[in-house]
């Protein structure tokens, strides 16, 4: 959160997941990071969890912008690799292009060592608060923290199992920009009245490959619960904070 490039840009609400294997060995991801084919092995991650059919029925086929597959332009990093979209340079400047929307960023970052980082700059954006009124309201998207929740997940599986990790990881969420904010309320175009009382919200837990694997919406439930009941939305996302016996 500290690293975030657009820290000083905009006014809308960002959201960071961090994922480090706790037992990987400094040259984990090598396989990936270190080879000619670097950009096209994380394109296809992308697509493998964007295909999970049983990822996309725990969250209802619901979708959101940016996803994954924005993140389409490929750098080289400091002890990794990364996608990003267009406006994120490969030193991490942001550099608006002018376009509508050009502050909507989202980038995943692949370290040496394993570490998985996923940065996404769109957890609010301006709500007219009447039809008569030119006044705009941040508003919150809750379910693009649990999307973008559970593919971080799936991505931390996928690297797993491709790179042959076996071990437990570390995974953190977070957000900022949310005192006084509340969440979207779909096409009613009316927020909830439940406004959000401080100004990150933090949360982190441990998760073995079994997790991955098999409760992943137990996962997410123990990094964004606290968010989502504070928002009053806990319920709406039942199927994704669950699994499947």
């Known amino acids: 959160m500290d690293e975030d490039p657009l820290r000083d840009v905009g006014a809308q609400s960002h959201l960071f997941l961090v994922a480090q294997p706790t037992a990987g060995r400094r040259d984990l991801c090598l396989p990936i990071t270190g080879a000619q084919d670097w950009n096209m092995q994380l394109h296809t991650l992308i697509r493998r969890v964007q295909e999970n059919q049983s ?119 977070g957000a900022n920009r949310l005192r006084g904010r509340r969440r979207y309320s779909g096409q009613s175009h009316w927020p909830s009245n439940h406004r959000y009382s401080a100004d990150n919200y933090e949360e982190s837990t441990g998760a073995t490959l079994a997790e991955l694997h098999h409760a992943p919406g137990t996962v997410t439930h123990r990094l964004i619960g606290p968010l989502l009941r504070s928002l009053d939305s806990e319920e709406l996302f039942a199927k994704a904070l669950t699994d499947e016996e």
């Open 55 to 173: 990822l996309r029925a725990a969250l209802a086929n619901q979708g959101f912008s940016p996803d994954l597959s924005d993140a389409h332009q490929g750098h080289r990093r400091a002890r990794g690799v990364a996608l990003s979209s267009s406006s994120l340079q490969s030193d991490r400047t942001y550099v608006a292009d002018g376009s509508w929307g050009d502050e909507k960023v989202i980038e995943v970052q692949l370290f040496e060592d394993g570490g998985l980082r996923l940065f996404m700059t769109r957890l609010s954006d301006g709500l007219q608060r009447h039809a008569s009124e030119n006044e705009e309201e941040q508003v919150l998207f809750d379910s693009g923290a649990v999307i973008l929740t559970r593919h971080m997940l799936e991505l931390m599986r996928l690297v797993s199992d491709d790179v042959g990790y076996h071990g437990n990881w570390a995974v953190a969420v």
